[in-house]
């Protein structure tokens, strides 16, 4: 989100350092600690995965990808944008575009920003030489290839995350599961001993008591006793 509100400013600064050092201060202001190289290495690894989602994954696998929407919605806009200068330009006669690539950002737009022009207007250059089309096509399948074997691997070692992760919650819940029976069989001969220390309590008390009883009978009668001797 911090950075979609900054794109416009990315797109038009070549040196992007400042900026992301303020995505790292606002991020820390939101309670996340996180460097400005920690903030730029995630955004490149984002897009990657869009342009995995873009290339070589089908409607229905872009959902497994939690950012697509938003990442979506952020090259829409600036695609949108460029169209804008674009089209700007070419009614003054102007050369010149008002739009930069920041200097990390280029390698990640290239593909992108084909890939959305693609889709919102059609290519007109035709009748290229075979052997030019043939290299071209050669680097697209290069590409896309490289590409593919890069999201196999990434999803591979996201379900070997995931593997692992369900298997240590396992672990963690059957231990949870062990230490709850032992706490509940602790717990239990706590109450039992407790019990049974009423029990021996309560028939001490009655012991008391008779006794008490009896030494009350036995003085009683003594008295009784004594003053029939006296009269």
């Known amino acids: 989100m911090i950075r979609a509100e900054l794109d416009p400013t990315f797109m038009e600064k070549k040196r992007n350092k400042v ?39 089908p409607e229905s696998m872009r959902h497994q990808f939690p950012f697509y929407n938003e990442l979506q919605a952020i090259f829409t806009s600036r695609m949108q944008r460029m169209l804008w200068v674009d089209a700007e330009g070419a009614a003054s006669g102007s050369k010149k575009k008002a739009v ?21 207007r059609k290519r007109i250059r035709k009748g290229k030489a075979v052997g030019g089309a043939s290299c071209s096509s050669g680097n697209s399948n290069s590409l896309r ?26 672990e963690r ?33 009655a012991r008391e008591e008779a006794r008490a009883e009896k030494r009350d009978a036995l003085i009683t009668a003594l008295l009784n006793k004594l003053r029939r001797e006296d009269m």
């Not at 999201?151 to 396992?170: D, G, P, V």
């Open 19 to 57: 900026l992301w050092e303020v995505i790292s201060k606002n991020m820390k202001e939101k309670g996340y600690n996180r460097s400005a190289e920690q903030c730029k290495c995630k955004w490149k690894n984002l897009v990657t995965r869009y342009k995995g989602c873009e290339t070589i994954e």
């Open 173 to 205: 819940r059957m231990k949870e599961m062990e230490w709850r029976q032992i706490m509940e069989g602790i717990e239990n001969e706590r109450t039992t001993m407790d019990r049974r220390w009423r029990e021996i309590e309560e028939q001490r008390r």
């Open 145 to 170: 290839e490289t590409l593919e074997d890069f999201m196999k691997q990434q999803m591979q070692m996201e379900m070997q995350w995931r593997e692992t992760f369900e298997a240590r919650e396992n």
């Open 100 to 120: 930069h690539l920041s200097s990390d950002e280029e390698e990640d737009n290239e593909e992108i920003s084909e890939g959305e022009k693609g889709s919102s």
